[in-house]
């Protein structure tokens, strides 16, 4: 597709359970972003991208949230043993890849964990 | 706390216009953006202004920036229902790559 695709575009899970959520940016941009929605903490960057590598891990929450990327194409989001404050709209961009470059949003995926 | 500031609510009434405002604190933000999400959807990008920049008009839409307040402001003509959503306000600074995100601003277009 033209956009910025993500899935599954709604997750419930059990505390304590794993969860991957996963981001096909748009054809040919290099740099890809995720950053978290929640009601308390607003919009917050995650992680950064630029083809499979990751120069910028400082937003991950903490070491259960991990991101890979294959291919300089498309990238998990995994949280490990979740919890329920990890309940947010998880929202991945990506830019053609220079710094500043204008960045598009996919639709997210809503977690919630019970 | 957070760097970009924006009011949280705003109420307008179909056709007039409406003024979303956000201030920011970092004089070296290059890009300053205006992102729209309606309920339920992602975000999108609407139009953003560089910091040489005073002015920029598309549409509807007019962007004004006083680098000297460190204001920036969206302006909505002719408000239409479907402009109700939420706005915000995003910045990136010097030659980083993240954005950084206002608390978003919550607009209900009213008959």
């Known amino acids: 597709g033209a956009g910025v695709s993500q899935s599954p575009s709604n997750k419930v899970t059990e505390k304590g359970k794993d969860v991957e959520l996963r981001c096909d940016p748009i054809?040919?941009?290099?740099?890809l972003y995720w950053y978290r929605q929640s009601l308390g903490q607003g919009l917050e960057f995650l992680i950064y991208?630029?083809?499979?590598?990751?120069?910028?891990k400082s937003g991950l929450p903490s070491d259960r949230f991990s991101a890979e990327r294959t291919g300089g194409s498309v990238s998990t989001l995994t949280i490990q043993r979740t919890q329920q404050e990890d309940s947010a709209v998880y929202l991945c961009a990506s830019s053609l890849g220079g710094p500043r470059d204008t960045q598009y949003f996919g639709p997210g995926t809503r977690l919630t964990v019970l | 706390g957070e760097d970009v500031e924006q009011s949280l609510f705003l109420s307008v009434r179909e056709g007039d216009s409406s003024v979303i405002n956000c201030t920011y604190t970092d004089s070296s933000s290059t890009y300053l953006y205006w992102y729209k999400q309606e309920p339920g959807a992602g975000l999108q990008l609407l139009t953003y202004?560089?910091?040489?920049?005073d002015m920029k008009q598309d549409q509807r839409l007019t962007v004004l920036l006083n680098k000297k307040d460190k204001h920036l402001s969206l302006r909505i003509a002719d408000t239409q229902t479907g402009d109700s959503a939420i706005y915000f306000c995003?910045?990136?600074?010097?030659?980083?790559?993240?954005?950084?995100f206002g608390a978003g601003t919550t607009v209900t277009v009213r008959a």
């Open positions: 991208f630029q083809g499979n590598s990751a120069p910028d």
């Open positions: 054809s040919g941009h290099t740099a």
């Open positions: 995003a910045e990136i600074v010097g030659n980083d790559y993240k954005l950084s």
């Open positions: 202004i560089f910091s040489n920049m």
